[in-house]
């Protein structure tokens, strides 16, 4: 079994349980990825902008730019991403910046 094989398989199938779902609540344990990705961007962020409003703005974007190239690569017919629904995209943004979120919090509280 090749790694694409495995990642759209069986990998893909845990990763994409469910964990809350229902009508206005989307969290599998993508979700845990999502958190500790947007905690490691507001790091990278930290590191190369002073502005913190801007670090807000760039976190979202970089996410957003994210879920559009998953949409992309979808849309080339690869099944390399599956196919998310308004309300799982939508979580990803939110869990993502709640990461980026945490770590800005943690670092002021530093100070």
């Known amino acids: 079994m090749s790694f694409s094989e495995f990642w759209v398989g ?3 199938d845990f990763f994409n ?3 809350i779902h229902n009508s206005v609540v989307f969290i599998d344990i993508y979700s ?5 990705t ?9 590191k190369i902008f ?11 974007l970089v996410v957003i730019l994210w ?6 690569v979808i849309a ?21 910046m ?3 979120y945490l770590y800005w919090h943690l670092k002021e509280k530093r100070k």
Do not use: C, Q, Y
């Open 50 to 60: 002073k502005k913190v409003r801007i670090k807000f703005f760039i976190l979202f």
């Open 10 to 12: 069986p990998l893909a």
């Open 32 to 36: 845990i990825v999502h958190f500790i």
């Open 98 to 100: 709640m990461g980026g």
């Open 38 to 46: 947007g905690f490691l961007l507001m790091f990278l962020i930290f």
């Open 67 to 72: 879920e559009v190239f998953e949409l992309a």
């Open 17 to 19: 349980t469910s964990l």
């Open 76 to 96: 080339t017919g690869s099944s390399f991403f599956r196919l998310d629904s308004k309300l799982n995209a939508l979580w990803d943004l939110i869990i993502g």
